[in-house]
T-cell receptor, first 116, second 112 residues
Framework: SQTIHQWPATLVQPVGSPLSLECTVE??????LYWYRQAAGRGLQLLFY??????ISSEVPQNLSASRPQDRQFILSSKKLLLSDSGFYLC???????????????FGAGSRLTVL | SQQGEEDPQALSIQEGENATMNCSYK?????LQWYRQNSGRGLVHLIL?????REKHSGRLRVTLDTSKKSSSLLITASRAADTASYFC????????????FGAGTRLFVKA
């Protein structure tokens, strides 16, 4: 069966520090991968998605970046965090386009980032 | 801008009652999904309804879709305290691509 791991679960970082959140998927190949951010009590904002190694699409201009160095690994990074980067970050995956259930997202447990 | 908007923003009911949440969206869609999120956790997929379907059931869940009104509803029957969570609708536009867009959610509180 497929599983998704996301870490760290909680992170407190000072303004201006770097960030690295990691996400890996097991039990599937060539997944579509996503990073979402959720502000407190709000809906989800799509940040990045990737349909293959090295292929990253950005939805929102910001000081965050994403990389996909391996088929089942997705990394969210920042060189210098801002206060506004605080939030709950969720990694998710879907099956490849054309596969059954291609639109159904499976989420990780989330990473709560507090920037002070 | 948000593709889906849920209504109400918050809902408080007694155990055993039915809970109805609504979702409106703006563009043509391939399908519409409902997800559940327990506090501080990731989202869990509940049900997907395709644009050519009008109603779908899964256990105590009933989802309707009206593409002419660009709206959907999620009904949870005989609610339980364990149903307390936030519920989100999400839409996949039929313009292609990979963007599933979420609404702001409805926070449901079921009192025991």
């Amino acid at each position: 069966s497929q599983t998704i791991h996301q870490w760290p679960a909680t992170l407190v970082q000072p303004v201006g520090s770097p960030l690295s959140l990691e996400c890996t998927v097991e039990g599937t190949s060539n997944p579509n991968l996503y990073w979402y951010r959720q502000a407190a009590g709000r809906g989800l904002q799509l940040l990045f998605y990737s349909v293959g190694i090295g292929q990253i699409s950005s939805e929102v201009p910001q000081n965050l970046s994403a990389s996909r160095p391996q088929d089942r690994q997705f990394i969210l990074s920042s060189k210098k965090l801002l206060l506004s980067d605080s939030g709950f970050y969720l990694c998710a995956w879907t099956r490849g386009t054309g596969e059954s259930g291609a639109n159904v997202l499976t989420f990780g447990a989330g990473s709560r980032l507090t920037v002070l | 801008s948000q593709q889906g908007e849920e209504d109400p923003q918050a809902l408080s009911i007694q155990e055993g009652e039915n809970a109805t949440m609504n979702c409106s969206y703006k563009t043509s869609i391939n399908n519409l999904q409902w997800y559940r999120q327990n506090s501080g956790r990731g989202l869990v997929h509940l049900i997907l309804i395709r644009s050519n379907e009008r109603e779908k059931h899964s256990g105590r869940l009933r989802v309707t879709l009206d593409t002419s009104k660009k709206s959907s509803s999620l009904l949870i029957t005989a609610s339980r305290a364990a149903d307390t969570a936030s519920y989100f609708c999400a839409t996949a536009p039929n313009t292609g691509g990979f963007k599933t867009i979420f609404g702001a959610g409805t926070r449901l509180f079921v009192k025991a």
